[in-house]
């Protein structure tokens, strides 16, 4: 969860929306969707302090009393999005965001990258205004779906240096098994209307968790596709990766 990551997450928002797709995207949708890319995941980043206050919250003891085999740093990627919504909106004059209504759009497009229901139409609202006065607006479920399959689609071993693959590979089971998926993918790509991933191993556990990885990219494909062709309007909006190939 670099820097590095956060490039090409919008990078990758690009290349799925290419020239065509920007277009459409009114300034506000642009900046809107570009500030998620960057901040998405900060809600990985919290402190030890806020992770001690995190600790004593009602929604830790609940997800520590559903999964007592996990520990906080299950937590905290479990609930990082949930985590990057609430820093946005509390910290947004910090991150130097013109007004709550930006900073609100923000948060739910930062949190919108996992888990979250992006056809709830009453959340994500087709036609939020983020400024007081004029017509445009930004239509959230979009740049939801836009943000979501580009955050999958950073899976490459780019992620993993070498020195830090050798030096600091996790002892954690989970955070292994996503380190050893990164390593051995080697590409990623979109053509027309395909996600194609590369990948070898030798290793049939690690085999394994790349096949789960390309077909949750799949039903994160069919779902968002779902989304967008359910948004109404005559905007034109619409999302060109439907296959995953690999």
Not at 73 to 79: A, E, F, I, Q
Not at 112 to 117: G, I, L, T, W, Y
Request: charged share 30%.
């Amino acid at each position: 969860h670099s820097i590095e990551h956060t490039r090409e997450v919008a990078r990758e928002a690009a290349i799925i929306l290419d020239v065509k797709g920007i277009n459409k995207l009114n300034a506000d949708e642009v900046y809107i969707l570009l500030m998620a890319c960057y901040l998405h995941d900060i809600g990985m980043c919290i402190n030890q302090k806020q992770i001690n206050r995190e600790k004593e919250t009602s929604r830790y003891n609940k997800y520590i009393k559903n999964n007592p085999e996990n520990t906080a740093s299950d937590y905290l990627r479990d609930v990082h999005h949930e985590l990057s919504y609430e820093f946005i909106n509390k910290r947004w004059k910090e991150l130097h965001i013109e007004n709550k209504y930006y900073a609100e759009a923000i948060a739910l497009i930062s949190k919108a990258h996992r888990v979250v229901d992006l056809s709830d139409f009453k959340e994500y609202k087709i036609d939020f205004f983020v400024r007081p006065t004029g017509r445009d607006y930004v239509c959230l479920p979009y740049l939801g779906c836009i943000i979501r399959i580009a955050d999958e689609l950073d899976i490459t071993n780019m992620r993993i240096p070498d020195l830090l693959y050798k030096d600091y590979l996790p002892e954690n089971e989970r955070s292994r098994e996503e380190w050893e998926k990164h390593k051995h993918t080697f590409g990623a790509n979109c053509l027309n209307d395909k996600i194609i991933i590369r990948a070898e191993t030798e290793d049939r556990n690690i085999y394994d968790a790349l096949i789960k990885m390309s077909n949750k990219i799949q039903r994160v494909v069919n779902n968002c596709q779902k989304v967008v062709r359910h948004i109404p309007g005559d905007r034109g909006l619409m999302l060109n990766p439907s296959i995953v190939e690999k």
